[in-house]
C-alpha cells in the first residue's frame, strides 16, 4: 500500500513535432536534378524562398491523396491563377500520381504528370541502386501541343552517387539535333568543405566547341555543419560564380529550439516544445558588362525567415530587392 500512495509522477516531457512539410516537395524528384542544383544550400533556400508564396492577387491550391492501403502511391492536384481572371488569363489546372518503391526512399519512382498546359502528359521515372550508388533516370514528354525546343524530346541521364562523391550527365537522345550533353556536374565533399561544377551548353553557336565558352561553366564551394538531420540544428555557407557571369553568396541556417509551454490539452507531464526556425540570406551580384546582358539586374538581394511553432503553424516572412 505504501508503495501505492509514494508512486513517482512521470518525468517531464519536451513534445517534438514533426517538419510542417516534411519531405519538401522539391526533394521528392532530387535524383531527376542535378546535386550540384541541390547542395550548396540550394534546396533549402529554394524551399525557404518559394514555398507558400504567391504573386499578388493569385491563389495556389495543393491537394494530396495517400491511400492507406497501399502507402507507396500517391495522388497530387494543383489549382492556380488570379482572383480576376482576364481574357488573357486562366486558371491553370494540373495533376500527378506517383509511385514510389519504398515509402522511406524516394529515390526510385514513376511519376505521371496531366496538366492543362505544355506538357500535357510527361512522365518521370527514376531507378536508383544504393548498394553500388548509381541512377538512371528520364523524363519524357508524351503529349504536347507544339514541341519547340530539344527537351521537348526528352532527357535521360546518368548519375553516380557516394558520401564524398556525385558525378553526373543527362542527355536528349531523342532531339532532331545532336545537342550532347545537356548538362554534366561533378561534387566533391571533403569533410566539411564541397566543392562543385557544372557544366550546361547554353550559349555559343552550333559550329563552335561550347565547352571553351566560359558562360556555360559554374562553380561553386560551400561550408557546412550539422547533419543535414531536421531534427537538430545545422548551418550552410555557399559562394557561387553562376555562368561565369553572376557572383552568389549566400547563407541557410536551421535552428532547433525548446521553449517552455503550458498546453491545457497536452499532459500535466508536457512541459515543453520543440520549435524549428529558419533563416536564409542570398546576394546576387552580376559580373559581366551591363551592355551584354541587360535582362539581368546588376544586383539583388534575398532575405526569408520561418518559424514553426507547433505541427499545425507555420509562420513565414521573405523580402527581395534590386541594388
Known amino acids: 500500500m505504501g508503495n501505492y500512495f509514494n508512486k513517482e509522477p512521470p518525468p517531464p516531457v519536451v513534445l517534438v513535432p514533426p517538419l510542417f512539410d516534411f519531405p519538401p516537395l522539391a526533394a521528392r524528384t532530387r535524383m531527376l536534378e542535378s546535386s550540384y542544383n541541390m547542395l550548396f544550400g540550394k534546396l533549402g533556400l529554394k524551399c525557404l524562398f518559394e514555398d507558400y508564396f504567391e504573386e499578388a492577387r493569385h491563389f495556389n491550391t495543393i491537394f494530396m491523396l495517400k491511400p492507406i492501403d497501399d502507402p507507396n502511391v500517391d495522388m497530387m492536384a494543383t489549382l492556380s491563377g488570379p482572383f480576376n481572371i482576364k481574357p488573357e488569363e486562366r486558371i491553370a489546372g494540373n495533376a500527378s500520381?506517383?509511385?514510389?518503391?519504398?515509402?522511406?526512399?524516394?529515390?526510385?519512382?514513376?511519376d505521371l504528370f496531366v496538366s492543362n498546359s505544355d506538357p500535357v502528359l510527361r512522365?518521370?521515372?527514376c531507378t536508383y541502386f544504393p548498394r553500388y550508388g548509381f541512377g538512371v533516370f528520364g523524363i519524357l514528354p508524351l503529349l504536347l501541343k507544339k514541341r519547340v525546343t530539344a527537351e521537348d524530346y526528352g532527357v535521360m541521364g546518368l548519375r553516380y552517387g557516394s558520401g564524398w562523391l556525385s558525378a553526373g550527365v543527362t542527355v536528349m537522345p531523342f532531339a532532331i539535333k545532336d545537342q550532347l550533353p545537356?548538362?554534366?556536374?561533378?561534387?566533391?565533399?571533403?569533410?566539411?568543405?564541397?566543392f562543385g561544377v557544372q557544366y550546361e551548353p547554353q550559349y555559343g553557336s552550333e559550329d563552335e566547341m561550347k565547352y571553351k565558352n566560359k558562360l556555360?561553366?559554374?562553380?561553386?564551394?560551400?561550408?557546412?555543419?550539422?547533419?543535414?538531420?531536421?531534427?537538430?540544428?545545422?548551418?550552410?555557407?555557399?559562394l557561387e560564380l553562376a555562368k561565369s557571369s553572376q557572383f552568389i553568396a549566400s547563407f541557410y541556417q536551421h535552428a532547433v529550439v525548446q521553449r517552455r509551454v503550458k498546453n491545457p490539452f497536452e499532459e500535466s507531464e508536457v512541459v515543453g516544445i520543440t520549435n524549428y526556425i529558419d533563416f536564409g540570406f542570398e546576394l546576387q551580384t552580376?559580373?559581366?558588362?551591363?551592355?551584354?546582358?541587360n535582362n539581368i539586374p546588376d544586383s539583388t538581394i534575398q532575405l526569408a525567415a520561418s518559424w514553426q511553432a507547433n505541427k499545425n503553424f507555420l509562420l513565414k516572412t521573405h523580402a527581395f530587392c534590386f541594388l
Open 97 to 110: 500520381f506517383r509511385w514510389q518503391n519504398d515509402v522511406d526512399d524516394p529515390h526510385t519512382f514513376m
Open 123 to 125: 512522365m518521370r521515372s
Open 182 to 194: 545537356r548538362s554534366a556536374w561533378l561534387v566533391s565533399k571533403l569533410g566539411r568543405l564541397t
Open 216 to 238: 556555360n561553366w559554374s562553380c561553386a564551394i560551400g561550408y557546412g555543419v550539422g547533419s543535414g538531420c531536421p531534427l537538430s540544428p545545422s548551418f550552410t555557407f555557399g
Open 286 to 293: 552580376r559580373m559581366d558588362d551591363a551592355k551584354i546582358s
